[in-house]
C-alpha cells in the first residue's frame, strides 16, 4: 500500500521561507509524477507546483519565482522550497504521487503564514 508522508509545515512571519518534504513508502516501482496541492480555509484545493521524473515542472501563477519544486527520483521523494511567503499561502499543502494511472495524496501538512 502506497504510503506519503509529509514534513516541514509550521508557523512563518510574512518573507520567510519553509521547506516541505514528502516521502513515497510502500511501491515497488517509482512514482512517475510527484508534486503538492494546498487548500486554504473555505477554499477548493489547488495546484502549487508538480514535477515528472523527466524533469517537467508546473507552477501555479501564484507561487512562480517564489517556490521551487525538487525531487529525488531514486527515494521517490518531493521537496517545496517556500521563500518570500505571503498570508495568502497560509493553507494545508498536501503531497500527491502518481503512477500508472493511480493517484495518492498524504494527509496534509499545516502552513500558517503571519502578517
Known amino acids: 500500500q502506497v504510503q506519503l508522508v509529509e514534513s516541514g509545515g509550521g508557523l512563518v512571519q510574512a518573507g520567510g521561507s519553509l521547506r516541505l518534504s514528502c516521502a513515497a513508502s510502500g511501491s515497488r516501482f517509482s512514482m512517475n509524477n510527484m508534486g503538492w496541492y494546498r487548500q486554504a480555509p473555505g477554499k477548493q484545493r489547488e495546484l502549487v507546483a508538480t514535477?515528472?521524473?523527466?524533469?517537467?515542472?508546473n507552477y501555479a501563477d501564484s507561487v512562480k519565482g517564489r517556490f521551487t519544486i525538487s525531487r529525488d527520483n531514486g527515494k521517490d521523494t518531493v521537496s517545496l522550497q517556500m521563500n518570500s511567503l505571503k498570508p495568502e499561502d497560509t493553507a494545508v499543502y498536501y503531497c500527491?504521487?502518481?503512477?500508472?494511472?493511480?493517484?495518492?495524496w498524504g494527509k496534509g501538512t499545516l502552513v500558517t503564514v503571519s502578517s
Open positions: 514535477l515528472t521524473s523527466g524533469g517537467s515542472t
Open positions: 500527491y504521487a502518481a503512477r500508472f494511472g493511480a493517484a495518492y
